[in-house]
């Protein structure tokens, strides 16, 4: 059986009722796919990964006790946590940047059409990261307007120098929030090979993930 057709457990983490009464909604009616918990505020977190143990968290910033990128960044120092996507209404790029450094995979708008929430589910489950194009053109033009820029753009540029024309390519498809399989179909290469680019793409610029890698191009401004 793939890995697609075995059952993806969700955590729902908001502080909003109704959006997550509209996830369970949607999420339930999708094969492969069940919401295993809910909980209201990040502090509840580790509670309900543990009791339930969800593949998948569907992540909001803005919570009262313990914020979404607390509960992201101790999810992820334990090493064997569950994949994080980010929920987002995007008015605020620093708490957006932070999650990606407290190792969040991926990232949705809270308008996202429900095909999109499920492609995201179902990429964090296979160990792929998810950076809508709506989101990096908006993390382009955050990076682009940085007081930093410069001194960014030249820290960025050492992380891509030792990457092949290919990586760079590869890299840059990855910032323009493309799929694996968008990418394998733009440059001639099968999936695995472009996973294979990714893998070590990832490991040449010391990146948790393809979120921060896309920051990273952005910022080097090829």
Do not use: C
Not at 15 to 25: E, F, Q, S, W
Not at 197 to 220: D, F
């Amino acid at each position: 059986m793939g890995d697609l057709e075995e059952t993806t457990r969700v955590a729902l983490v908001d502080d909003d009722a109704l959006v997550r009464m509209g996830l369970r909604a949607m999420l339930d009616g999708v094969q492969g796919i069940h919401v295993v918990a809910e909980a209201t505020d990040g502090a509840d977190v580790p509670a309900i990964v543990d009791a339930h143990h969800p593949q998948v968290v569907l992540m909001d910033l803005r919570m009262k006790k313990i914020d979404g990128i607390t509960a992201t960044q101790r999810l992820h120092d334990r090493g064997d946590g569950p994949a994080v996507i980010v929920l987002t209404t995007f008015d605020d790029h620093d708490l957006v940047v932070r999650a990606i450094r407290a190792g969040a995979v991926g990232f949705l708008l809270k308008h996202a059409p429900p095909e999109d929430i499920v492609r995201a589910i179902r990429s964090a489950r296979q160990g792929d990261s998810v950076l809508s194009p709506e989101i990096a053109r908006r993390l382009i033009t955050m990076v682009a307007n940085s007081t930093s820029h410069d001194i960014d753009r030249l820290a960025a540029r050492e992380r891509l120098h030792h990457l092949s024309a290919r990586e760079i390519q590869v890299a840059t498809a990855v910032a323009d929030g493309k799929s694996n399989a968008e990418i394998a179909a733009a440059l001639t290469l099968t999936v695995a090979t472009v996973k294979g680019y990714i893998s070590a793409i990832l490991s040449k610029t010391a990146s948790n993930n393809r979120v921060q890698l896309a920051l990273i191009v952005q910022a080097a401004d090829l």
